[in-house]
Nanobody
């Protein structure tokens, strides 16, 4: 399973950096995606990165504010979130893309772990 961490409480306009790691199993051969689920809403795609880090994908709401990156030597994928808004409040999850396509399709992801909660106050 992949484990997301780094969430917390931040004021609007602030920043957070989320990390996605795993113990034992390496996921350097997989693309990784970030998804989020806000209270009362369905889980939605946020950003994804291919196995090498050369290609990244973002939702419209993430473009320009969120940056996904990875360090395969450290087995870590990060999500830098800047200029946070109250609408960004959600539980954030990371997962491995098992087919290297369909980057915004939850159905092609596996190894979901527990998420990390992000709360943005106005």
């Amino acid at each position: 399973q992949l484990q997301a961490s780094g969430g917390g409480l931040v004021e609007a306009g602030g920043s957070l950096r989320l990390s996605c790691t795993t113990s034992g199993r390496t996921f350097s051969n997989y693309g990784v995606g970030w998804f989020r689920q806000a209270p009362g809403k369905e889980r939605e795609f946020v950003a994804a990165i291919n196995w090498s880090g050369e290609r990244t994908y973002y939702s419209d709401s993430a473009k320009g504010r969120l940056t996904i990156s990875r360090d395969n030597a450290k087995n870590t994928v990060s999500l830098q979130m800047n200029t946070l808004k109250p609408d960004d409040t959600a539980v954030y999850y990371c997962a491995a893309n098992l087919v290297s396509r369909g980057w915004n399709d939850q159905g092609v992801y596996g190894y979901w772990g527990q998420g990390t909660e992000v709360t943005v106050s106005s």
